[in-house]
């Protein structure tokens, strides 16, 4: 059974920073794309960013509000994925989730999703 | 960035009901597009990728069809369950984008 968990959310000020965490089991992780996607209070969905497999290069992307921000990094040995998030501003509030990438051909769809962890700035 | 719109907004139907949402793309995706439901206090559910192919455990009731920058997300006769919020997604272009939502509730 695949497991997808995140932690490390909770309340911090703007301009600090915070680590989440993201762990995954079930699946072969070294050959995944791992992604995160957060959602603001009662908003829609947002892709933050993604890192590839070692194998298609290990590389990461981001969307642009948090470009230069925010920072994604996997340790393969432990099967874990981690979201490095500075210069946090009030509008990073969300609900942030992991998640698998996965699809033939350009880019990705998400298809193992975990519960998420709530992320508050807020003075 | 692709824009993707979802219209209705909100579709207020009765269970036993046939429900049709649209999303349309800014620019063409070729067949590069998901959907996803998602219930208050859960995360996304995969339902439809690549336009038109259920995910693992998905009912027949939902089907997937369209291509280019116009797809409908059909489900055939609404369930008490499918009452949620559904999302489509493209991911012809980085950035991934998805569209605002159609809210699905009951009449």
């Known amino acids: 059974e695949v497991q997808v968990v995140e932690s490390g959310g909770g309340l911090v000020k703007p301009g600090g920073s915070l680590r989440l965490s993201c762990s995954a089991s079930?699946?072969?992780?070294?050959?995944?794309?791992m992604t995160w996607v957060r959602q603001a209070p009662g908003q829609g969905l947002e892709c933050v960013g993604h890192i590839k497999s070692e194998a298609d290069g290990g590389t990461t992307d981001y969307t642009a509000p948090v470009k230069g921000r925010f920072t994604i990094f996997r340790d393969d040995s432990q099967n874990m994925v981690y979201l490095h998030m500075g210069s946090l501003k009030i509008e990073d509030t969300a609900m942030y989730y992991c998640?698998?990438?996965?699809?033939?051909?350009?880019?990705?769809?998400?298809?193992?999703w975990g519960q998420g962890t709530v992320v508050t700035v807020s003075p | 960035e692709i824009v993707l719109t979802q219209s209705p907004a909100t579709l207020s139907l009765s269970p036993g009901e046939r429900a049709t949402l649209s999303c349309r793309a800014s620019q063409s995706v070729s067949n590069y597009l998901a959907w996803y439901q998602q219930k208050p206090g859960q995360a996304p559910r995969l339902l439809i990728y690549?336009?038109?192919n259920r995910a693992t455990g998905i009912p027949v009731r939902f089907s997937g069809s369209g291509s280019g920058t116009d797809f409908t997300l059909t489900i055939s006769s609404l369930e008490p369950e499918d009452f949620a919020v559904y999302y489509c997604?493209?991911?012809?272009?980085?950035?991934?984008?998805f569209g605002p939502g159609t809210k699905v509730d009951i009449k």
């Open positions: 997604q493209q991911r012809s272009n980085w950035p991934v984008t």
């Open positions: 079930g699946l072969t992780f070294r050959n995944i794309w």
């Open positions: 690549d336009a038109f």
């Open positions: 998640a698998r990438g996965t699809g033939r051909g350009p880019l990705y769809h998400f298809d193992y």
